[in-house]
Nanobody
Framework: QVQLVESGGGLVQAGGSLRLSCVASGITVTDRTVGWYRQAPGKERNLVAEIRSNRDTIYDASVKGRFTISRDNAKNTVYLQMNSLAPEDTGIFFC?????????WGQGTQVTVSL
């Protein structure tokens, strides 16, 4: 059974940093594409960054240069390092992967950026 557990969210002032973690079980992160998505209040869930099995990464234009996605193979964990946070980064961040036609999501972790 695939499980994704996010952590690391919180309240931070604009300009600050947070590192989110997504611990996976039931899959091996090196074999899958794993993505981080953000859902702002009242808005759709959108892709922020993803890391592929070959370590290629993609980023939404709004976070390029500020966020970095990475993984620790030994811990089967995917990270999202977020720097220079801004109020518009506020939202619930979800970890996602796809396996055998099924999307898997974690429970999400709240990130709130204040002025």
């Amino acid at each position: 059974q695939v499980q994704l557990v996010e952590s690391g969210g919180g309240l931070v002032q604009a300009g600050g940093s947070l590192r989110l973690s997504c611990v996976a079980s039931g899959i091996t992160v090196t074999d899958r594409t794993v993505g981080w998505y953000r859902q702002a209040p009242g808005k759709e869930r959108n892709l922020v960054a993803e890391i592929r099995s070959n370590r290629d990464t993609i980023y939404d234009a709004s976070v390029k240069g500020r966020f970095t996605i990475s993984r620790d193979n030994a811990k089967n964990t995917v990270y999202l390092q977020m720097n220079s946070l801004a109020p518009e980064d506020t939202g619930i961040f979800f970890c996602n992967t796809w396996l055998s036609g099924t999307d898997y999501w974690g429970q999400g972790t709240q990130v709130t950026v204040s002025l």
